[in-house]
């Protein structure tokens, strides 16, 4: 039953009332089972079950007022919980919206500095070109030169010219969303 206690001696003691009775009052005993349930209720270790169980009542008891007492406590805790975990949602959300339109930004700004740069090597070429032709015409070069050189240069100029015209329009494209 108890760690640290003897059975024998525990079964001696609580039945050892029983020994000094006769045959007749055991049989008288057996026949009467109230009398016998108070005979047991009046041992020792009875009474201390008894002791020990109202005192685990009690004990329980305590504890349980205890832990009702800290309900309003647990309830107001758990509401704060839910209300962060609200904010927090809602700050992730905006993170995640802010963090998107960033992206969309940068990627934007790269692009149209890429432009800007095609853009500026074009007009580099153009006039790069046009001042060979100012130096044909100032007869600073012979035809074969020039005619290698601008052809070359105008060619160039045009196929960036193109480049840049076709991403603008993509650009353009992205911004308005297809």
Do not use: W
Request: proline share 1%; hydrophobic share 35%; aromatic share 8%.
């Amino acid at each position: 039953m108890y760690p640290g206690l003897n059975c024998n001696l525990e079964y001696d003691s609580a039945f050892g009332f029983l020994t000094h009775l006769n045959s007749e009052e055991l049989k008288a005993l057996l026949n009467d089972e109230s009398k016998l349930e108070e005979m047991a209720k009046e041992q020792k270790q009875y009474r201390d079950l008894e002791k020990e169980k109202e005192m685990l009542l009690a004990s329980n008891q305590s504890l349980a007022e205890y832990n009702l007492s800290l309900q309003p406590r647990f309830d107001q805790t758990k509401q704060e919980l839910l209300e962060k975990t609200d904010v927090c949602d809602q700050l992730l959300q905006s993170l995640e919206s802010k963090s998107t339109l960033l992206g969309e930004k940068s990627g934007r700004s790269v692009l149209d500095s890429k432009l800007s740069s095609l853009q500026l090597a074009t007009s580099e070429l153009e006039e790069s070109s046009e001042g060979y032709a100012d130096n044909f015409l100032a007869g600073e070069c012979d035809i074969e030169e020039f005619l290698d050189k601008f052809l070359s240069r105008r060619k160039q100029m045009h196929l960036e010219k193109v480049k840049a015209d076709k991403m603008a329009e993509m650009l353009k494209q992205y911004q308005t969303g297809f």
